[in-house]
């Protein structure tokens, strides 16, 4: 089964997206470079290393938030070509990528079934990578990290449950979920800005599918996304 959607160019993960790209050209990307640069040349200077650094780690959350805004305003309008995806070897990708750069050595990451869906194949790793991310990231503090991906055929869905033991959502909490910038109050702590759920969010509509969550605090959280079956 194969539905086209003739929309603007589609950006593909390492591919070489103009609009993607801006991010890493502005003034404030550039100052990166020019801030180690002159921290390495300062190590003399006790304190200067120390506050450029920081500047550096501020640029590097700047930049990751324009990308992520980019890649939001994306997902409402690019082309989308719906297929039969298979997603089994997307998500242990992903699966090894968050273990490295959010997780801790006792990280561990159970996958079950992997029923293909039926999905855009650049939209459907936006959909894993923040969801997984978020699901390793909030559940490292743990002294034992577990999340748990599944999914399963469901009349005519495909649905797939990634939960973790993770700090959990507090009550009341729904109605800013999904909307962009928002955080959780107990998440704080935790890297993030508050855009990509939004993502996961208007590219599961634009699939045709949805996204919706259980939590409890300190109980981990289950995400639930529902596709077309293929």
């Known amino acids: 089964l194969f539905l086209s959607v003739r929309q603007p160019p589609r950006y593909t993960p390492g591919g070489s997206s103009a609009a993607l790209d801006v991010y890493k050209r502005t003034p404030l990307t550039m100052m990166k470079p020019h801030s180690k640069k002159l921290a390495s040349k300062n190590k003399d200077n006790a304190d200067l290393p120390k506050k450029l650094n920081g500047i550096v780690g501020e640029i590097d959350g700047m930049a990751e938030m324009m990308r992520d805004v980019l890649l939001l305003s994306r997902a409402k309008s690019q082309e989308i070509q719906l297929e039969k995806t298979p997603t089994e070897n997307v998500i242990a990708k992903i699966n090894s990528d968050a273990k490295m750069s959010y997780g801790t050595p006792e990280t561990q990451i159970i996958v079950k079934d992997c029923p293909e869906v039926l999905a855009d194949k650049t ?25 748990e ?11 797939y449950k990634i ?37 996961v969010h208007r590219i599961m509509l634009r699939l045709g599918g949805s996204i919706s969550y259980e939590s409890a605090p300190n109980q981990g959280t289950t995400f639930i996304l529902k596709f077309k079956k293929p």
């Open 123 to 147: 939209l459907l790793y936006q959909v894993f990578l923040n969801v997984i991310t978020n699901a390793v990231k909030y559940s490292s503090q743990q002294e034992k990290p577990l999340v």
């Open 149 to 159: 991906i599944d999914g399963e055929i469901i009349d005519d869905e495909v649905v």
């Open 163 to 199: 939960s973790d033991n993770g700090i959990g959502i507090h009550k009341g909490q729904d109605e800013k979920m999904f909307k962009i910038f928002s955080r959780m109050d107990n998440a704080k702590n935790f890297k993030g800005n508050g855009v990509g759920l939004s993502i």
